[in-house]
């Protein structure tokens, strides 16, 4: 299953977050914080009833930009 991954840099480290599932990690580097989150999203696979996971699950996700006016 592919899932959207948006990872920020935050203090000294990265935040990974998956939208469909509001399911975050965290790590020292963009690659850690994104292996972190494959294992946490996999361990909520593992322990969630089916019910859970069709409950959690957002359907699709759009990530994209917009321009605002600053002032």
Same mark, same amino acid.
Request: charged share 20%; glycine share 12%.
């Given at each position: 299953m592919k899932l959207t991954a948006i990872i920020e840099a935050?203090?000294?480290?990265?935040?990974? *977050?998956?939208p469909e599932l509001d399911i975050a990690s965290q790590g020292d580097s963009i690659e850690q914080a994104r292996d972190n989150l494959r294992e946490a999203l996999e *361990?909520?696979?593992e322990s969630a009833s089916p019910e859970e996971v069709k409950?959690?699950?957002h359907g699709e996700v759009y990530v994209t930009q917009?321009?605002?006016s600053t002032g």
């Open positions: 935050e203090g000294d480290g990265y935040v990974s *977050l998956c *361990l909520f696979f409950r959690c699950l917009v321009e605002v």
